[in-house]
């Protein structure tokens, strides 16, 4: 049985060892990173191991939604050890995420905070870094008055469009507090139009896609709850036009996402584009996106790890049974 594609460019870019730049295999890999508040703990792990195993830059792109963003952020600027870690950093999450907060007017996602002081105090983040990474990073956000998902990288040119744009990819809405504003166009979070960033990638030209997804094989998608359409309904159609219009169309495309990267995992095609998916395995904990015990945060880092190297069969040795099978041809 031959390998998937995806998985067969990956081992390939890898045993070849050469910088994106000087790649002649005509593919356009790309990675695309979902969200969903803390349940991307397990992307987060995902993205750790692809840095652990030598990955990182096998992909010509990544593509992020949400705290997916984040971590693709992680990825591109060689930092997802440190940065992943702060997950389940004693007292972090609790400062980030507070319920009690809303009762007071307040963010309940504490967005900013995690942005610019967790990123630049507590945990630093090497800015510059993810500015200059030779795979370029394309954070998703879902325009308020379209309710279309948009790519924000080229709004990105300094360490402060940077933040903006990592901002608004994971401003939820009500919840983060208000849309984020970026070339007087407002933005909320991409779970909204596109929590699973694989469209995107294609749409510009993708032709191998690695999905790291965050909720277990076992679950199903799920619609928006009544809260969430009747406080989009109160906003209404002047405030959020896009919003209440994209809401209605959420449980219908999140299925069809679903069914397509489950089939296009399993029943690979010979012909571009590729979709490979990894999800946390059946059985593994149901993660609150609002969740903050480090020790459920820490199991959800090394669940997305082995959930990773357990689906492309890699090992720390840079050898797996793909590369094995390149040599031998």
């Known amino acids: 049985m031959r390998p998937h594609p995806v998985l067969d460019v990956l081992?390939?870019?890898?045993?070849?060892?050469?910088?994106?730049?000087?790649?002649?295999?005509?593919?356009?890999?790309?990675?695309?990173?979902?969200?969903?508040?803390s349940r991307a703990t397990y992307s987060s792990g995902m993205v750790l191991a692809l840095e652990e195993l030598g990955l990182a830059t096998c992909f010509d792109a990544v593509y992020g939604a949400s705290a997916g963003a984040l971590a693709g952020s992680w990825l591109v600027g060689a930092q997802a050890a440190v940065c992943c870690a702060g997950w389940y950093r004693p007292g972090l999450m609790e400062r980030v995420t507070n319920p009690g907060r809303g009762l007071r007017g307040k963010p309940v996602v504490d967005v900013e905070y995690l942005v610019h002081t967790v990123g630049e105090k507590v945990i630093p983040v090497d800015w510059q870094a993810v500015l200059d990474a030779e795979v370029p990073l394309h954070p998703v956000a879902t325009d308020v008055e379209t309710g279309e998902a948009v790519d924000l990288a080229d709004t990105i040119v300094d360490k402060a469009s940077l933040q903006l744009a990592l901002r608004a990819s994971a401003a939820v809405p009500l919840l983060a507090g208000l849309p984020v504003e970026i070339d007087g166009r407002r933005y909320v979070d991409a779970a909204v139009a596109e929590p699973i960033p694989f469209r995107t990638a294609l749409a510009q030209g993708a032709t191998h896609v690695l999905v790291l997804r965050t909720r277990r094989a076992d679950q199903t998608a799920v619609d928006a709850t009544r809260l969430e359409k009747a406080l989009v309904s109160r906003l209404g159609e002047v405030n959020v036009p896009g919003l209440v219009h994209v809401m209605g169309n959420r449980l219908e495309?999140?299925?069809?996402?679903?069914?397509?990267?489950?089939?296009?995992?399993?029943?690979?095609?010979?012909?571009?584009?590729?979709?490979?998916?990894?999800?946390?395995?059946?059985?593994a904990d149901t993660i609150n996106p609002l969740e903050t015990d480090p020790d459920v945060l820490r199991r959800g880092i090394e669940t997305g790890q082995d959930a990773l190297r357990i689906a492309l069969e890699l090992d720390d040795d840079g050898r797996d049974a793909q590369d094995a099978e390149l040599s031998s041809a």
């Open 253 to 283: 495309n999140r299925r069809a996402d679903d069914s397509r990267l489950a089939h296009a995992t399993a029943s690979p095609t010979d012909e571009a584009p590729h979709l490979f998916e990894v999800r946390p395995p059946s059985g």
């Open 11 to 37: 081992a390939s870019r890898r045993a070849e060892g050469s910088c994106p730049s000087d790649r002649t295999d005509g593919h356009h890999v790309a990675l695309a990173v979902e969200g969903g508040g």
